[in-house]
């Protein structure tokens, strides 16, 4: 079975800067989570999409970043503009609907903003 | 304060060791726990639940303790390749995970 895809594996990029990561979940799972995590620290939730509906996006610092999961699919996390501290490995996880707590995540995005 | 705490460590241990892992959480509605595994540069990974009557996979066992709101992770004849971050996770209400800093795990030779 196919894992949770994500690319670009890497990302480098100045700071006002824009970018986006793309991820494609587990066949079947509907749920979709972007997750930041900076370098020493645990996995920070920034949203979370049930199908194409965003169950919680409490965590997404709204005024730079922004995803959308149009099709139920694959999903788009966007940066702009990217600031220094935003220099993390972004990580999509994907489950069951009604397993969220077995979550299944890509090989996240190293992304560093100089 | 982290809603799940950790010690980071690193632990370093001997091949053969037993080595305990302890984690506390503050938000007494979490509703279950879990412990994942992340080795270096890769992803997370689910590893194992934890249940206050005591959850034992092989090597590993994982305890819930509610009253303290502290969960831990034992594992037992340490081996090279459990060599990882061992992360503390909560589940609560709106099904979401809140993951601790992690738990630095190195066994030597």
């Known amino acids: 079975e196919a894992g949770v895809a994500q690319s670009p594996r890497y990302k480098i990029i100045e700071k006002r800067q824009s970018v986006a990561f793309w991820c494609n979940p587990i066949?079947?799972?509907?749920?979709l989570y972007w997750y930041q995590q900076i370098l020493g620290q645990g996995p920070k939730l920034l949203i979370q999409?049930?199908?194409?509906?965003?169950?919680?996006d409490s965590q997404l610092p709204k005024d730079r970043f922004s995803a959308e999961r149009l099709k139920g699919v694959d999903s788009t996390l966007k940066i702009q503009p990217a600031k220094l501290e935003d220099s993390a490995v972004y990580l999509c996880?994907?489950?069951?609907?009604?397993?969220?707590?077995?979550?299944?995540f890509g090989p996240g995005t190293r992304l560093t903003v100089t | 304060r982290k809603e799940v705490e950790q010690d980071p460590g690193p632990f370093n241990v001997p091949e053969g060791a037993t080595v305990a892992f302890n984690c506390t959480y503050s938000?007494?509605?979490?509703?279950?726990f879990f412990w994942y595994r992340q080795d270096c540069r890769k992803e997370p990974k689910l590893l194992m639940s934890?249940?206050?009557s005591g959850n034992e996979d092989g090597r590993f066992t994982a305890q819930l303790n509610r009253a303290s709101q502290y969960i831990s992770l034992l594992i037992r004849d340490s081996k090279l390749s459990d060599s990882a971050t061992y992360l503390c996770?909560?589940?609560?209400?709106?099904?979401?995970?809140?993951f601790g800093g992690g738990t630095r795990l190195m066994v030597k030779p």
């Open positions: 996880a994907s489950s069951f609907s009604g397993r969220d707590h077995e979550q299944y």
């Open positions: 066949s079947g799972h509907a749920t």
């Open positions: 999409f049930q199908n194409n509906g965003v169950v919680d």
């Open positions: 938000n007494s509605a979490s509703q279950s």
């Open positions: 934890v249940y206050s």
């Open positions: 996770v909560a589940y609560n209400a709106g099904n979401m995970l809140t």
